[in-house]
């Protein structure tokens, strides 16, 4: 009787699990089939496929959003978890004749592979007005075959140093601005017990501390040399060989536990005064707001040491698939006037943690950081591409195996460091 | 006619019985296929049909991050095989002598086998990670010497990713070393007591020997899971401290990911040959060996 009763306990159970999950997926079914009976009024409708999904980019995303829909566009929301998945997806998607009328990706060779197999369009909307307000930079990059195939959303920044301001003053330092400064700043701070750099020893995150020395140590013109023409003389140069033998000084200032770690968990450190100073993008600005922390008080942000300011960045952008969705070109043309307007541009990057695409907006609400980097950003001579930017993602990859490989083998001397990055340009074809 | 109208529903039936052969064919050879096609192409983001030879594999035995990732895979694999066999077999020997009393165990060692590969990763990455895990454990208990940093040496790292796949795996393999046992002649038990032979002796000579299809079972599954190991490594070391625990799944998908299909497809295409080479004299071997018996 008791095994019974238990068993009519299970079953019900199971009754109220599958009931409950018909009712979610029916929920989820019934919200589609709302926008589909829409389209098929004649309101322009877009999908968006994006990565903005944490809180703060989510409500960034919101404002676009609502004014999609008050401008009587029909949003169909489709978020991806993170950017390299989001890019993927969208590329099969694409690949797979389904494409997602409105994509959010990455300005690079990756977009304009998917422009030169005609998939990819140019923004619908295009006034000299508006790309004119885009800096020079972000310009060129977005650019294929004389069309402008995606439409910036907001800059981010690389070449960013964070440090932990109490740490700092318990050892009596001041901010550092060249690498000599802080490779002495980084022995004081070891002698006093703290850890001085924070890094996750993922290949990415070497590659970010690898081009703030480049920069630090080459300057500008240099590192465009580098990334930009990839310049032979530049790889065999004397100057490679100094960045090398820096950047393999900052070894022994990072701890032991460092490889596989990921950046926010370096961030973390740096929040709770582990570890004094992390080299890393904007982005990890957001867990020092999400700390309770102010940026500039227990927090401090400059730029990498470096003699000449500059700005390395990458864009975040929205692309259009070529797509025969009926009203989806009305849809396209929506987001694209959407996207494009200053007061969503400010609103969202001030969300994100970014400086807005557009370069004739006031610094007005912006934190100390973007505020700088919008000042230095007025510079064309200060704006400098990730490599990612321009380089195919196969060379970029080749670039940050041989940097990783450096990083991780203390073995090797700068002349090997420089021979391996000299390689991995060489025999990408 | 009944004649013909059997012959008839015979053909529908083989054709119902064959159809998910076709469906094996189809969806597992043609995507082989594919990809043997793909490694011959200079494609890179999107697939393109040009031939062009061999040059992709001629790139990727180039790299010097492939040759790293098929030795860490032949340590990987190595260690992988021996660990569970040795561990899975003497768990099973001590579940099956204990019998009925301690059968309630052998459910606690096939747990691990539930979780997916990336729990396991990230709950390794725990217990190493030498400011978290096992190594500062024991210093907090006094022994402030202790040094377990496997994990973020280049030199061992790989053998971590073995440990954590040891770990799950080890059920498995007791799982099909209990079976074969139970499958032994408990007259054999008797004849050994009776002439009073070590039973050390009789697990040496006599029931190893016997269970040698097991190990044959086991060894297959195991290097089949060792060569495509590839969300264990991601998420426990990510391939590092540098490349020392890359393994070549890891690779291919890398270059993938930024647009290398073409250089990829040769890699998945090399690491195909690898099971084969491996493999498949051991089944031809084994095969043989059991029609002859």
């Known amino acids: ?429 | 006619m009944t004649l013909n109208g059997q012959r008839i529903r015979g053909g529908v039936t083989a054709g119902l019985l064959a159809s998910p052969m076709v469906c094996v064919l189809i969806c597992f050879y043609a995507f082989d296929i594919w990809t043997f096609f793909m490694s011959l192409t200079p494609s890179r983001l999107l697939p393109t049909y040009e031939f062009v030879g061999l040059s992709q594999y001629h790139r990727l035995f180039n790299s010097p991050r492939w040759w790293e990732a098929l030795w860490n895979l032949g340590l990987y694999s190595l260690s992988l095989i021996s660990g569970c066999i040795m561990l899975g077999y003497a768990l099973a020997i001590l579940i099956d002598r204990g019998a009925r009393k301690r059968a309630k165990y052998a459910p606690i060692f096939m747990l691990p086998l539930a979780l997916s590969f990336v729990v396991t990763g990230i709950v390794w990455l725990w217990l190493l990670n030498p400011r978290l895990g096992i190594q500062h454990a024991v210093r907090e208990l006094g022994w402030s010497t202790f040094v377990f940093d496997w994990l973020v040496r280049s030199d061992r790292a790989i053998f971590t990713v073995a440990i954590a796949g040891i770990w799950q795996q080890t059920g498995l393999c007791m799982a099909l070393f209990l079976a074969g046992l139970r499958k032994i002649d408990p007259n054999v038990w008797r004849t050994i007591r009776l002439d009073a032979i070590p039973t050390w002796t009789c697990y040496a000579r006599i029931v190893t020997p016997v269970l040698r299809p097991t190990f044959f079972t086991a060894f297959v599954l195991l290097f089949a899971m060792a060569i495509r190991t590839f969300d264990l490594v991601a998420t426990l070391t990510g391939g590092g401290p540098g490349f020392s625990s890359d393994l070549p799944a890891r690779f291919i998908m890398d270059l993938v990911a930024r647009q290398e299909l073409g250089m990829g497809a040769a890699g998945a295409c090399v690491l195909l040959c690898i099971v084969v080479a491996v493999v498949a004299p051991y089944v031809y071997i084994e095969f043989r060996r059991q029609r002859q018996t």
């Open chain 1, 1 to 429: 009787m008791q095994r019974q009763k238990a068993r009519f306990k299970d079953v019900s159970l199971l009754a109220c699990l599958i009931g409950l999950l018909g009712y979610l997926s029916g929920c989820g079914r019934n919200g589609s089939t709302v926008s589909a009976d829409a389209a098929a009024a004649d309101a322009p409708v877009v999908e968006v496929m994006h990565w903005l999904t944490s809180k703060p980019d989510a409500a960034a995303l919101a404002q676009v959003r609502e004014r999609v829909i008050a401008q009587g566009g029909i949003w169909q929301d489709s978020p991806i978890g993170g950017g390299e998945t989001g890019r993927a997806a969208a590329v099969s998607r694409i690949i797979g004749g389904q494409p997602p009328d409105v994509f959010q990706f990455s300005i690079g060779s990756q977009l304009a592979e998917l422009a030169a197999q005609h998939l990819v369009v140019p923004v619908p909307l295009e006034s000299p007005e508006a790309s004119s307000a885009f800096p020079e930079i972000v310009r060129r990059a977005s650019q294929f075959g004389g069309h402008a195939i995606a439409i910036p959303l907001d800059i981010r920044g690389e070449n960013w140093m964070f440090y932990n301001v109490a740490v700092l003053q318990a050892v009596q330092l001041a901010v550092p601005h060249t690498w000599p400064e802080l490779i002495e700043a980084a022995r004081q701070l070891k002698a006093a017990g703290k850890i001085p750099i924070a890094l996750g020893g993922q290949s990415w995150q070497e590659r970010v501390l690898f081009n703030d020395v480049l920069l630090g140590i080459g300057g500008r013109d240099f590192y465009r040399r580098v990334y930009e023409t990839l310049d032979p003389n530049a790889f065999s140069s004397q100057v490679m060989l100094d960045v090398f033998r820096t950047f393999a000084a900052l070894r022994p200032f990072v701890d032991e536990a460092s490889p596989g770690r990921r950046f926010s968990e370096a961030t973390r450190m740096l929040v709770h005064g582990e570890a004094a100073f992390q080299f890393m993008g904007d982005w990890a600005k957001n867990q020092v707001l999400e700390a309770g922390l102010e940026l500039g008080r227990q927090v401090g942000c400059v730029l990498a040491p470096a003699s000449e300011a500059a700005y390395v960045v990458m864009v975040d952008a929205f692309a259009f698939a070529r797509t025969s969705r009926p009203h989806a070109r009305e849809g396209q043309e929506l987001f694209a006037r959407v996207a494009l307007d200053p007061d969503v541009q400010v609103h969202l990057a001030r969300n994100i943690g970014a400086i807005p695409a557009r370069s004739d907006v006031s610094v007005e609400g912006f934190d100390i950081c973007s505020a700088h980097a919008m000042e230095v950003m007025r510079d064309p001579n200060a704006q400098l591409m990730d490599p990612a930017l321009n380089l195919p993602n196969g060379l970029s990859g080749a670039i940050d195996d041989a940097i990783s490989r450096f990083w991780n083998d203390p073995q090797l001397s700068a002349s090997q460091g420089a021979d391996l990055l000299r390689q991995a340009v060489r025999t990408y074809r």
